[in-house]
Antibody, heavy 121, light 107 residues
Framework: DVHLVESGGDLVQPGGALRLSCTAS????????MTWVRQAPGKGLEWVAN????????FYVDSVKGRFTISRDNAKNSLFLEMTSLRAEDTAMYYC??????????????WGQGALVTVSS | DIQMTQSPSALSASVGDRVTITCRAS??????LVWYQQKPGKAPKRLIY???TLDGGVPSRFSGSGSGTEFTLTISSLQPDDLGTYYC?????????FGQGTKLEIK
C-alpha cells in the first residue's frame, strides 16, 4: 500500500522558518513527481511546489518563490519543504502528494494526512 | 494563470438524487482536468482524471464529462457516504489551479 506521512508542522512566529518532511513507502519513490499542496483553515486547496523524480526540476507558486524550497532524498524515500520568512498567510495544512504525471500534468493520486503549520506571534 | 470556477459553491441533496457540479476554466484546458473529493478532516482523494477517467475503486455512480472550458461531475444516485467537498483542478499549465470547491450536504 502507498503511504505518505508528513511531519514537522508547528507553531512559528512571523519571519521564522520551518522544515516539513514527508516519508513515502509502498511504491518506487524515485520514479514519481512529488508535490506539496496547502489548505488554509476553512479554505480551498492551493498547489505550492513540485519536483520531478530526480529533483533536478522544481516549480513554485509565485507567493512562495524565494522563500520556500522543495527537495527530495530518493535514498531515504523522503520529500522536504524548507520554509523561510514565514507569514501569517502561510498558515495552513500542508499535504504531501504523489503525482503519477498522468497525461503530462499534475494529477495527485495519493495524499498524506497533512502537517499543520501555524504562523502567529 | 488559469482560473477555475465551480458552481454551485454548496448544495444539499437527498439520498438517491442525481447531483451535478460544474467547473469552468478561464481558458481552454482540453481535457486536462481532475476531480477530488475531500471528506471533513481528511486529505483529498482523486476521483477522476483526464476529465472522465474514473480512478480504480471509485463507485460507478461518479462520472465526469466535458472538454475545453466546461466540465461536469455527476453523481447518478447520491449516497450518504458522498458528503464532502469536491474540487476540480486543471493541469494544462502551471501554476496548477483548483476550483474553490463545492460543499455537498445530504438532506
Amino acid at each position: 500500500d502507498v503511504h505518505l506521512v508528513e511531519s514537522g508542522g508547528d507553531l512559528v512566529q512571523p519571519g521564522g522558518a520551518l522544515r516539513l518532511s514527508c516519508t513515502a513507502s509502498g511504491f518506487s519513490f524515485s520514479t514519481f513527481w512529488m508535490t506539496w499542496v496547502r489548505q488554509a483553515p476553512g479554505k480551498g486547496l492551493e498547489w505550492v511546489a513540485n519536483t520531478n523524480p530526480d529533483g533536478s526540476w522544481r516549480f513554485y507558486v509565485d507567493s512562495v518563490k524565494g522563500r520556500f524550497t522543495i527537495s527530495r532524498d530518493n535514498a531515504k524515500n523522503s520529500l522536504f519543504l524548507e520554509m523561510t520568512s514565514l507569514r501569517a498567510e502561510d498558515t495552513a495544512m500542508y499535504y504531501c502528494a504523489r503525482d503519477p504525471f498522468d497525461d503530462g500534468g499534475m494529477t495527485l493520486d495519493y495524499w498524506g494526512q497533512g502537517a499543520l503549520v501555524t504562523v502567529s506571534s | 494563470d488559469i482560473q477555475m470556477t465551480q458552481s454551485p459553491s454548496a448544495l444539499s441533496a437527498s439520498v438517491g438524487d442525481r447531483v451535478t457540479i460544474t467547473c469552468r476554466a478561464s481558458q481552454s484546458i482540453s481535457n486536462q482536468l481532475v476531480w477530488y473529493q475531500q471528506k471533513p478532516g481528511k486529505a483529498p482523494k482523486r476521483l477522476i482524471y483526464k476529465a472522465s477517467t474514473l480512478d480504480g475503486g471509485v463507485p460507478s455512480r461518479f462520472s465526469g464529462s466535458g472538454s475545453g472550458t466546461e466540465f461536469t461531475l455527476t453523481i447518478s444516485s447520491l449516497q450518504p457516504d458522498d458528503l464532502g467537498t469536491y474540487y476540480c483542478q486543471q493541469y494544462t499549465s502551471q501554476p496548477y489551479t483548483f476550483g474553490q470547491g463545492t460543499k455537498l450536504e445530504i438532506k
